[in-house]
């Protein structure tokens, strides 16, 4: 078993329904280590980088609209970004979040007990969760600096984790 850190973000429907304290109990009962949160007004430029993978995607569009919070119309919106830590972290985080489309995630799940498909086809899916523990590299060290996660595991060139910013 690999000790392992992951990425999750609660999203703007997770937070506007009042789904962010449920969400973090989840991953806190099952035996997931906190090791960094912070809110992250997310710009464009991040949403795009988050999600490079889908670029040309025929949903690309909505997932950076979606993030953003602008979907739901959500004025000053503000995501959730978290770093868990654990024992492949990656593979039990997405266990707890469930299948991406919540009409086929098990209904123990996050995304199966909460999250829903609009009329006009939006997923509504509360949260982000890693898909594996290359991307969640990449991810946290887009959305994190070192300095703000307890134990960075994975170091960024020219870096040092010791240091806080002045």
Known sequence: MAREQTLILIKPDAARRRLTGLIIDRFDAAGLTLAGAKMVSVTEELAREHYAEHAGKHFYEGLIRYIRG?????????????VYEGENAVEAARRIAGATNPEKADPATLRGSFGRVTTTGQIENLLHASDSPVSAEREIKLWFSPHEIIRPLYAVKGSDPAKSPE
């Open 70 to 82: 602008e979907f739901h119309a959500i004025p000053d919106c503000r995501v959730l970004a978290l």
